[in-house]
């Protein structure tokens, strides 16, 4: 059974970095793309955002606008691994981060992935 488990998130002040990692098992990492998405605080916010992803094996990279620049997303595929590298951190990406792999479609939308992580908590203080 597919299994994908986030690590990484912590607390840390505004302009910091983080390293997000997503470890896979149970499928074959390069067949799949990977998306990482977050749920931000706030009942007038979604539930899932589209934060980055890649297309199928890694080669192309995809970013929501408030992230381009700041957040980079790579891939391991003999150590079955997916990361976040996020730089110059804002109060404002104060989030659960989720990993998610698909297998088609589309790398924003959220109905395109098969499998979740629970998410690891990132917390910016100002």
């Known amino acids: 059974q597919a299994q994908l488990v986030e690590s990484g998130g912590g607390l840390v002040q505004s302009g910091g970095s983080l390293r997000l990692s997503c470890a896979a098992s149970g499928l074959t990492l390069s067949n799949y793309g990977m998306g990482w998405f977050r749920q931000r605080p706030g009942a007038d916010r979604p539930e899932r955002e589209f934060?980055?992803?890649?297309?199928?094996?890694?080669?192309?990279?995809y970013y929501t606008d408030s992230v381009k620049g700041r957040f980079t997303v790579s891939r391991d595929h003999d150590k079955q691994k997916v990361y976040l590298e996020m730089n110059d951190l804002k109060p404002e990406d104060t989030a659960i981060y989720c990993c998610?792999?698909?297998?088609?479609?589309?790398?924003?939308?959220?109905?395109?992935?098969?499998?979740w992580g629970r998410g690891t908590q990132v917390t910016v203080s100002s």
């Open positions: 998610a792999a698909r297998v088609f479609g589309v790398a924003f939308s959220v109905r395109d992935y098969n499998y």
């Open positions: 934060v980055a992803s890649d297309s199928k094996g890694g080669r192309d990279h």
